[in-house]
């Protein structure tokens, strides 16, 4: 065996380096915001609420990378720390419609800026010029992979 092929073996592969990168910027957020009493998670469900009010328990958790039943324990504790309320949808009482309150306004747009110094950092990784192809080949591999083989 060459030195090449073992070296192709034992070399992490792309695999490892997207959720090495993924790790590290999961991290850096929820220590960025803890100070915010947040988690990555949490600001994206409050981020999600401030574009669309109302948005269903189910959005929420695919936005957030969660299960709905984690939903259901993220909403509750952003509704006691007064981040935002829930109320039932005038037509379907037991839909609970989620909005953000002042504080959580306050909060997300202090989260938000927090965010996006550690997106910044991204950018000076790749190059301000690199961005916008390297979100598309991100996306374009979040898309193969969640291809179900029907195309």
């Known amino acids: 065996m060459s ?5 192709a073996r034992t070399r992490p592969s792309l695999g490892y ?7 590290a910027f999961r991290t ?4 960025a915001l803890r100070p ?11 981020a999600a609420v401030e574009l669309e009010a109302g948005i269903s328990n189910a959005e929420l958790a695919r936005t ?11 909403l509750s504790n952003l509704e006691r720390a007064g981040l935002l309320k829930r109320t039932a949808h005038p037509d379907h009482g037991r839909i609970l419609r989620s909005e953000l309150t002042e504080r959580g306004r306050r909060v997300l747009n202090q989260a938000r800026a927090l965010v996006q110094e550690i997106e910044q950092l991204l950018i000076d990784a790749v190059g301000a010029k690199n961005t916008g192809q390297f979100a598309d080949m991100l996306s374009r591999c979040a898309e193969t992979l ?3 083989g029907d195309a």
């Open 3 to 7: 030195s090449a092929d073992l070296s």
């Open 17 to 23: 380096f997207l959720k090495r990168a993924q790790h």
């Open 28 to 31: 850096r957020v929820d220590d």
């Open 36 to 46: 915010l009493g947040l988690t990555a998670p949490q600001y994206a469900v409050i």
């Open 64 to 74: 957030a990378f969660v299960t709905p039943q984690t939903m259901q324990s993220i």
């Open 146 to 148: 969640a291809d179900d």
